[in-house]
Nanobody, 130 residues
Framework: QVHLAESGGGLVQPGGSLRLSCGASGSGFTFDEFSIGWFRQAPGKDREGVSG????????YYTDAVKGRFTISRDNAKNTVYLQMNSLKPEDTAVYYC?????????????????????WGQGTQVTVSS
């Protein structure tokens, strides 16, 4: 079983930055086999894909709304994926979730779909407000 846990959320002013972390723990898994995605859900809205990274870190994707502002990366030695969020806007306010799948979602073309993932964290709140 794999457990994912997000951290790093909080309250930040518009234009500010936050770095979210997604740590994996459990037994019997190899983190560098996992595709990892970041999703967010604002009140009253569906959960949407924000960014994703392949198991080896060589492939990434970003939704148009965050391109040029967010950067995803991973450290497989630490079983952790990061989401660096810069130039934050009020519309980035949401609960952010990380999710994992032990398949190559980039090859399948399904990184941005919630149904493609088997494991989810509990979420971390990001609030962008002055």
């Amino acid at each position: 079983q794999v457990h994912l846990a997000e951290s790093g959320g909080g309250l930040v002013q518009p234009g500010g930055s936050l770095r979210l972390s997604c740590g994996a723990s459990g037994s019997g898994f190899t983190f560098d086999e996992f595709s990892i995605g970041w999703f967010r859900q604002a009140p009253g809205k569906d959960r949407e894909g924000v960014s994703g990274i392949s198991s080896d870190g060589k492939s990434t994707y970003y939704t148009d709304a965050v391109k040029g502002r967010f950067t995803i990366s991973r450290d497989n030695a630490k079983n952790t994926v990061y989401l660096q969020m810069n130039s934050l806007k009020p519309e980035d306010t949401a609960v952010y979730y990380c999710a994992g799948a032990r398949v190559n979602l980039f090859a399948l073309g399904t990184m941005e779909h919630t149904w493609a993932y088997d494991y989810w964290g509990q979420g971390t709140q990001v609030t962008v407000s002055s």
